[in-house]
């Protein structure tokens, strides 16, 4: 099967610096690295996702890079403001079935 | 308004008995999944749905069962042979089953076996 692993597992930063999420996967043949958000007692939401035939994609504050060689991506929030507090999943699925493999998940912490 | 409905949002039970979580979605979507999440842990697929009537396990399915009668509608029932049944149980669903389709979840039930 396919294992992901997430790091760091808490992240406290300023408001208005940038955070950096990295996530590790094991099967070469996935191709779709979804990112959530789930604030507390809440289910999670997508924020940005990625496809392995692209390297990096950007939405406003949020990008997500993908280095399929190294079979690692990341999740970079910049400019961070204090309802950017949560933690974040990123997964990782295959081409035959759209079945998650989650991380452990980021406590993200923005103080103002 | 479109979305997934889960209820109730916390549940109490004793333990022997069984429960049954409810799921509900107006998206129209085929593919609907049951998640368990403990604390600091990722989310552990249960059950899936690829279409109605039509259901497999996940990586967690011993003392779960589901049921799939209604394209809408994807009730989870946590049985006394779960060994550790207390968690926050997360109900998702996408357009289609193929690999890349956004998983869309619902609030989530917080279950509590005294």
């Known amino acids: 099967g396919e294992n992901v692993e997430q790091h760091p597992s808490t992240l406290s930063v300023q408001e208005g610096d940038s955070a950096v999420i990295k996530c590790t996967y094991s099967?070469?043949?996935?191709?779709?690295f979804p990112w959530y958000k789930q604030e507390l007692g809440k289910g999670p939401q997508l924020i940005i996702d990625?496809?392995?035939?692209?390297g990096e994609k950007k939405d406003q504050r949020i990008a997500v890079t993908l280095n399929k060689t190294a079979k690692h991506f990341s999740l970079h929030i910049t400019e961070t403001q204090p309802e950017d507090s949560a933690v974040y999943f990123c997964?990782?699925?295959?081409?035959?079935?759209?079945?998650?493999?989650f991380g452990s998940g980021t406590k993200l912490n923005v103080k103002p | 308004d479109g979305g997934i409905t889960q209820s109730p949002k916390y549940l109490f039970r004793k333990e022997g008995q069984n429960v049954t979580l409810s799921c509900e979605q107006n998206l129209n979507h085929d593919a609907m999944y049951w998640y368990r999440q403990d604390p600091g842990q990722g989310l552990r697929l249960i059950y899936y749905?690829?279409?109605?009537?039509?259901?497999q396990k996940g990586d967690i399915a011993e003392g779960y069962s589901v049921s799939r009668e209604k394209k809408e509608s994807f009730p989870l029932t946590v049985t006394s042979a779960q060994k550790n049944p207390t968690a926050f149980y997360l109900c998702?669903?996408?357009?289609?089953?193929?690999?890349?389709?956004?998983?869309?979840f619902g609030p989530g039930t917080r279950l509590t076996v005294t």
């Open positions: 099967d070469s043949a996935s191709n779709y």
């Open positions: 749905s690829q279409i109605v009537n039509d259901f």
């Open positions: 998702a669903s996408s357009i289609g089953w193929e690999s890349g389709n956004e998983q869309y």
């Open positions: 997964a990782a699925s295959k081409e035959t079935f759209n079945k998650f493999y």
């Open positions: 990625i496809r392995s035939n692209v």
